[in-house]
């Protein structure tokens, strides 16, 4: 069992799974979709195979799924992490803003967990791990869309743990808090000032740290945990 596809995989948490996974002697495959270059480089460095497609596109995925299996043969883990932010007040949220984040990331984690548990479910094995956000759990103020598509993540991974369960397959959610990506390169020094003080350890988390964690839930020993929200997120959201 170590196939392993992990979306939105060129940047960020995703890039520091694909590294983890890869390193651990798992074949890798990732979607990415506008950073090409970035990929690019990434599949050179570690082998891992890239895959161009839109999350929120379900026929985009439903290609990308065929590839990564004919690639691959299974996918065995399913690593649900592409996603957007948005910082805007609640009034000036656009038809356009709430269907492009909805889309990615709750409709991205849809559509691609509905293409590959379908895989799963023939193999009666599966891990399925879903990036949500503490915001999901508590609300961000000024990020009313985003924090909305990370609560139904919550939603999601508890029905379809329940639904999945008997066929092998384990269905948990990761709700990181604020964590050292490009995501957060709009917030200001004070911002991120006040989210550490806020954070009872005291620090702003690291990509490599969650993509570890991500593994540990993700591997065969951990198949008495499902439907679990897990924060990881140093406190912030207790
Ligand atoms: P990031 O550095 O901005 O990276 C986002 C990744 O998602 C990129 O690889 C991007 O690919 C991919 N992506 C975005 N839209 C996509 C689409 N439509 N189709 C395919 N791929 C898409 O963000 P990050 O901080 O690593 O965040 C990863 C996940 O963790 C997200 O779901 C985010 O909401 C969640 N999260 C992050 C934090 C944080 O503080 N960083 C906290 C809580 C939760 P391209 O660049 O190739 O388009």
Not at 101 to 123: A, D, H, L, W, Y
Not at 126 to 147: F, H, L, P, Q, T
């Amino acid at each position: 069992m170590k196939n392993v596809l992990i979306t939105g995989g060129s940047r960020g948490i995703g890039r520091a799974c694909v590294e983890k996974f890869t390193r651990e002697g798992y074949t890798v495959s990732f979607i990415y979709n506008n950073s090409a270059t970035a990929a690019i480089e990434l599949s050179n460095l570690t082998g891992a195979h890239a895959i161009k497609a839109d999350v929120s596109n379900p026929d985009q995925v439903q290609g990308a799924i065929v590839d990564a299996l004919t690639t691959m043969g299974s996918i065995d883990i399913l690593i649900n992490n592409a996603g957007i932010s948005l910082i805007k007040l609640f009034t000036d949220t656009t038809d356009e803003d709430y269907y492009n984040i909805m889309n990615t990331n709750f409709g991205g984690t849809f559509f691609v967990t509905r293409e590959v548990s379908k895989n799963m479910i023939s193999n009666h094995y599966g891990r399925i791990v879903n990036i949500g956000s503490m915001w999901g759990k508590v609300g961000a103020s000024c990020e009313v869309a985003y924090s909305a598509s990370k609560s139904a993540i919550e939603g999601f991974t508890k029905a379809l743990a329940k639904e999945l369960g008997p066929s092998g397959i384990c269905v948990n959610c990761i709700e990181p808090g604020v964590i050292n990506t490009e995501m957060n390169s709009e917030l200001d020094e004070t911002t991120l000032a006040e989210l550490k003080n806020e954070t009872p350890v005291g620090k702003i988390g690291d990509a490599n740290e969650l993509a570890e964690f991500i593994y540990s839930i993700a591997t065969e020993k951990s198949g008495f945990l499902t439907g679990q929200i897990i924060g990881f997120d140093g406190g912030f959201a207790i």
